[in-house]
């Protein structure tokens, strides 16, 4: 079974709509992440998240907002989707501390089309 | 503000040719990570590289990190198709702060 899932695989929906992305890792990780991926921009850091009570904005998060449930599950919301919001979305995990390396392992991703 | 700059963007190649892709960075990060990433699939972690004058190899991958210079350098050794894939740089800033990707093509 993977580490790290992410539902829905793909998902179309219309501009105005509240979308929710979810992510669950067994990999025991403190550190959970959400990036988009555009073609041609690399990763970009939507929110993050070190632990249950710690949630943190990252590079791009107007548009969108997280909940994190339980260590092991963190979830993205589109409040009213837009077009440009249209990408691939992934979710990421790494070890808690700041002595190890920040190696981060991805879910499959979540293709997010809105009209 | 901390970036990183992949070079090439894309690399079209023969196989059993040698190439490198460079990443370079603005601030004295010791931690830099590669990864790659096949059409439509999930990002695989391939090297860590923790200090200065680190080098890992894999196959026919192999990566460095001068920090001084503030480069990586990803070496592809006698590529074969297999290899064709976009292959990511991260450089830890407290988070990981992402190249463009350099997108591969190796031609059989």
């Known amino acids: 079974d993977a580490d790290v899932t992410q539902t829905p695989r793909n998902r179309i929906t219309k501009t105005g709509k509240r979308i929710m992305l979810e992510c669950s890792q067994t990999?025991?990780?403190?550190?959970m992440y959400w990036y988009r991926q555009d073609p041609g921009l690399g990763l970009r850091l939507i929110y993050y998240s070190f632990d249950v009570k710690d949630i943190n904005k990252g590079e791009i998060s107007d548009g969108y907002s997280v909940s994190r449930q339980a260590q092991a599950k963190f979830s993205l919301s589109l409040e009213s989707a837009i077009p440009n919001q249209t990408a691939l979305y992934f979710c990421?995990?790494?070890?808690?501390?700041?002595?190890?390396?920040?190696?981060?392992?991805f879910g499959p991703g979540t293709r997010l089309t809105v009209l | 503000e901390l970036k990183v700059e992949q070079n090439p963007l894309f690399l079209s190649m023969q196989e059993g040719k040698n190439y490198t892709i460079y990443c370079n960075y603005s601030t004295t990060s010791d931690r830099l990570y590669w990864y790659r990433q096949d059409p439509g699939k999930s990002l695989e972690s391939l090297f860590v590289?923790?200090?200065n004058g680190a080098v890992k190899q894999e196959g026919r991958l192999m990566a460095s990190l001068d920090t001084k210079a503030r480069l990586s350098t990803l070496h592809i050794t006698a590529a074969v198709h297999d290899l064709s894939a976009t292959y990511f740089c991260a450089v830890e800033d407290y988070q990981l702060i992402w190249g463009a990707g350099t997108k591969l093509i190796i031609k059989p």
């Open positions: 990999k025991g990780h403190d550190r």
């Open positions: 590289l923790l200090s």
């Open positions: 990421a995990t790494s070890d808690l501390g700041f002595g190890p390396p920040n190696e981060q392992f």
